[in-house]
């Protein structure tokens, strides 16, 4: 119930491509979804975070798109660019249990 | 400047030694946490601190015993390291509030390898 499933592993995208990445989760109780962005040899850090009250949020070229009764969400780079280059990760959590679960991480590559 | 610090960086020791993770956050945060990723990226949540009162306790062996001195202070020691426990070590902070939507910030983490 604590799981949060993340996919694709890995994502190779061309430079000015849209960047999709994909997680579903079963605990409904979970009311915040972040996205952490981590470089290598780095701690993670915020990206971008939704809440189920919405169904999408935008920021910059960053968009996540939250679907409630399909208990998915998936984060959007657009335009993305050779410094997006890192691993990524969704997480959720609730109130009450302010511990992130975490997804398994996708590692970006965007190629020049 | 720095809002999460671990010390060290880097922690190298042999099989059945006892060590210690330092963090400090200077955010005037109440909520701090350990995360453990593993060789594969994991995350994973080990242990939270608020207010110096111990929140969440995973299902961690009790060779990890956290220490909250202060509400600005979270150190990690463990006790007869064993090769299994090495892992990148992540001190984070976030201020508890009244909602579960509350950034958390991590430190930089602590690469320890058990030899």
């Known amino acids: 119930q604590q799981q949060v499933k993340q996919s694709p592993q890995s994502l190779i995208v061309q430079k000015g491509g849209i960047s999709i990445i994909n997680c579903a989760y079963e605990n409904t109780a979970f009311d915040y979804f972040p996205w952490y962005q981590q470089f290598p040899g780095k701690g993670p850090a915020l990206l971008i975070a939704i809440r189920p009250d919405v169904s999408e949020k935008k920021e910059g070229r960053f968009t996540i798109s939250f679907n409630k009764s399909a208990k998915q969400f998936s984060l959007h780079i657009m335009d993305s660019q050779p410094g997006d280059s890192a691993t990524y990760f969704c997480?959720?959590?609730?109130?009450?249990?302010?511990?992130?679960?975490f997804g398994s991480g996708t590692r970006l590559q965007v190629q020049p | 400047d720095t809002a999460v610090s671990q010390t060290p960086k880097y922690l190298v020791t042999q099989m059945g030694n006892d060590k210690s993770i330092k963090c400090e956050q200077n955010l005037g945060h109440d909520t701090m946490y350990w995360y453990k990723q593993d060789s594969k990226k994991f995350l994973k949540i080990m242990f939270s601190y608020n207010n110096k009162e111990l929140i969440i306790n995973e299902t961690v062996p009790n060779r990890f015993s956290p220490k909250s001195p202060d509400k600005a202070h979270l150190n990690l020691h463990i006790n007869s390291l064993e090769l299994g426990d090495s892992a990148v070590y992540f001190c984070a902070s976030s201020q508890r509030g009244g909602q579960s939507y509350n950034e958390q910030f991590f430190g930089p983490g602590t690469r320890l390898t058990v030899l």
């Open positions: 997480a959720a959590s609730y109130t009450g249990r302010r511990a992130l679960t």
